[in-house]
């Protein structure tokens, strides 16, 4: 790629710093970038993925997550693009309607920026191309960018850059998960604290009047996601692999290395073995009373094998790192179950269950998939006193220690539907869109059964809901290493 053509993706320095000199081009550029890289993600790639990206672009393009949080960021950005824009700035409307984003990193850094975009809460937000840089990469994998570490040379990021020039849109459901509990007085979940939750969980203080959860002493967490919520087994491994890393991050220095780690930690986790090493109280039909959501106002519970002992609620077709649990619905399922493939923008989660990992191995099939439990735009799991006092829970790749009830308390998690965000899709793109000319019309109708979020009911108004995206859910603390993002 030769230097004109880079200058397509140029964005100049005063668009990012009010008060600076305005920068005169021919012409607009056709696709300017911004790129945000987790420096510390897989291994030594991230640091030198930044400095070929810097190499090419302007440095001011090209942040690094180790140093600036993508919401000052683009907070700042978008203020000034308004402030350009009614001083009559030319060049700063074109900037704002063709703006991409790259995202390099795992699923944790690339779901941080999704919500950080869906905060801005923008007329036209801004499209996400995702580099695999994490252990499970989920994410890129949905949308056609691969799920090995991509190469860091000027060639292989000028071929990068060149997709996400030629990148169509697409839409993807974003999901808002709500949860109450009682915080644990003592016990420890080392080397991991007690309710280290995942980023994208944060402590919210007000709650309607109306709820009836609304008790002294619970405290309620609230996010959301993009890819998956799992619960059981599965989530218990990605504990131990995480908890391994922080306590030895120098063994985790690429992506093999971390992949046969998390291996092994599955068979030592007794994951193949299930049924010797998993006591049956932590299955999930022992732990949880799990009710879905069809169609609108209408909760029923779901039932759960006894044998079940993980549940994953899925939104893209890729899980574990390229696996995909749902897999298609033959024309039988479909019509006596109303199954339908896993479209993701249509406003439904497909809940599956696995009993071990050997079950999971079937995934591997052309045909394999896991236990097809239900298709929700609602679904809410209820935690009652039980022979466990905890379970293992994850979000997009990354897991928590969760405490259960000790007395006579309950723990709810309860997952809906918010509404979208915008990715950008590779030709190799194997998540399938219900406005995809090709796609059945009997499976549109999904899209309308949940009513519309104004008509939901349940314990919060339409209006509390939408804080999933209020600027602090996404935020991360000034503490936080974003070496442990996934």
Same mark, same amino acid.
């Given at each position: 790629m030769d230097e004109h053509a880079l200058k397509e993706f140029y964005i100049p320095k005063y668009i990012f710093v009010p008060d600076s000199k305005a920068e005169v081009l021919p012409h607009a550029p056709k696709n300017p970038i911004m790129v945000f890289i987790n420096s510390k993600s897989g291994g030594q790639l991230g640091g030198e993925l930044l400095r070929t990206y810097r190499q090419l672009l302007s440095e001011a393009q090209v942040i690094d997550l180790g140093e600036e949080a993508p919401d000052k960021v683009l907070y700042k950005l978008y203020a000034n693009l308004e402030r350009?824009?009614?001083? *009559?700035?030319?060049?700063?409307?074109?900037?704002?309607?063709?703006?991409? +984003? =790259?995202v390099a990193g795992g699923d944790g850094t690339a779901g941080w920026l999704l919500g950080v975009v869906s905060d801005l809460k923008l007329t036209r937000p801004p499209p996400i191309a995702t580099v695999p840089l994490g252990t499970g990469n989920n994410l890129p994998f949905s949308f056609g960018w691969g799920k090995k570490n991509p190469g860091i040379d000027h060639k292989s990021v000028e071929?990068?850059?060149?997709?996400?020039?030629?990148? !169509? @849109?697409? /839409? =993807?459901?974003?999901?808002?998960? =709500?949860? !109450?509990?009682?915080?644990? /007085?003592?016990?420890?979940?080392?080397?991991?604290?007690?309710? @280290?939750?995942?980023?994208? +969980?944060h402590a919210f203080h007000r709650v309607s009047h109306t709820d009836s959860l609304n008790v002294e002493g619970y405290h309620t967490f609230r996010g959301g996601f993009w890819n998956y919520f799992s619960m059981g087994m599965d989530a218990q491994v990605s504990y131990a692999f995480h908890s391994e890393r922080k306590l030895h991050p120098e063994k985790f220095k690429n992506q093999l290395i971390n992949q046969s780690t998390y291996a092994k930690l599955g068979c030592t986790q007794g994951w193949f073995c299930a049924s010797l090493f998993h006591p049956s109280s932590r299955n999930i039909a022992q732990l949880a009373k799990v009710k879905i959501m069809k169609k609108h106002g209408h909760w029923e519970? +779901?039932? =759960?094998?006894?044998?079940?002992?993980?549940?994953?609620?899925?939104?893209?077709p890729s899980f574990s790192g390229g696996l995909n649990p749902w897999g298609t619905p033959n024309h039988n399922k479909a019509r006596d179950r109303g199954l339908t493939p896993p479209y993701v923008d249509d406003g439904l989660l497909e809940v599956v *269950?696995?009993?071990?990992?050997?079950?999971?191995?079937?995934? +591997?099939?052309?045909? *394999?998939?896991?236990?097809?439990?239900?298709q929700a735009h609602r679904i809410r799991f209820e935690f009652h006193r039980a022979a466990a006092d905890h379970t293992y829970m994850r979000i997009d790749g990354e897991p928590w220690k969760q405490p259960l009830p000790e007395d006579d308390d309950t723990v709810v998690v309860e997952i809906s539907h918010l509404g979208q965000a915008s990715m950008l899709a590779a030709p190799g793109c194997i998540s399938k869109s219900i406005l995809d000319p090709s796609t059945p019309p009997s499976a549109s109708h999904h899209l309308d059964d949940g009513g519309s979020p104004e008509d939901s009911d349940g314990d919060e108004s339409w209006e509390e809901r939408r804080k999933f995206g209020a600027a602090n859910t996404f935020k991360l603390s000034e503490d936080i290493d974003v070496a442990h993002l996934s």
């Open positions: 350009l824009k009614s001083n *009559g700035d030319v060049l700063a409307p074109e900037i704002e309607h063709k703006l991409r +984003l =790259i071929y990068f850059l060149n997709q996400v020039m030629n990148a !169509r @849109e697409m /839409k =993807i459901d974003s999901w808002h998960i =709500i949860m !109450r509990m009682r915080a644990p /007085k003592e016990g420890s979940c080392d080397p991991i604290a007690p309710l @280290e939750l995942p980023h994208s +969980l519970e +779901l039932h =759960i094998p006894h044998s079940i002992r993980s549940i994953v609620c899925l939104n893209l *269950g696995f009993r071990d990992a050997w079950h999971g191995l079937v995934l +591997l099939a052309p045909s *394999g998939h896991g236990n097809r439990l239900a």
